[in-house]
């Protein structure tokens, strides 16, 4: 049985981090550099997504990770959502708001997959974590998981 002992190690969580990258990465250039309060809120939900999802990680009950979830997806949704935003006031080119649209959709997506089999149940799957044990070492992040 595979444990999760770091949120790093959460695919949900990896693709909401890769998302705030591209989310601002599309914000650095173009209209939406001048436009500050709909680029501001658009590089705000992604970040909350992924917070959401290392803070649900963090508390001591998968019904607790469940709920911090439910944000964390309803923030990537709000990504989509602000997305239109930027495509109807001109301030993103339909490719780019295609290719975050979808990026944000799999994370939605990866999260109610996770939301779901916290909900369900772990079946002996894999394992989550909730506090060190004693014999584990405290880990680094691990360079290979950059999506820079």
């Known amino acids: 049985m595979a444990t999760i002992r770091r949120v790093e ?4 969580w990896r693709k909401a981090r890769e998302l705030v990258c591209e989310v601002y990465k599309a914000c650095a ?4 550099t001048k436009n500050f309060g709909l680029r501001d809120q658009l590089r ?4 909350s997504a992924m917070a959401n999802i290392a803070e649900g990680f ?3 009950s ?14 990537a949704i709000e990504v989509q959502s602000r997305l239109y935003v930027t495509l109807d006031v001109r301030c993103l080119e339909e490719k780019e708001f295609g290719r975050l649209y979808h990026l944000a959709d ?3 997506s990866l999260i109610g997959g ?12 894999i394992s989550i ?7 584990s070492e405290r880990q680094t992040p691990d360079p290979g998981l950059r999506t820079e």
């Open 9 to 12: 190690q959460i695919q949900a």
């Open 29 to 32: 250039d173009g209209a939406l």
């Open 44 to 47: 705000r939900a992604p970040v």
């Open 58 to 60: 963090a508390r001591k």
């Open 62 to 75: 998968d019904k607790d990770f469940a709920r911090f979830l439910d944000v964390a997806k309803g923030s």
């Open 106 to 108: 799999e994370v939605a």
């Open 114 to 125: 996770l939301t779901s089999y916290l909900r369900r149940g772990s079946g002996g799957r």
């Open 129 to 135: 974590a909730k506090a060190p044990t004693a014999n």
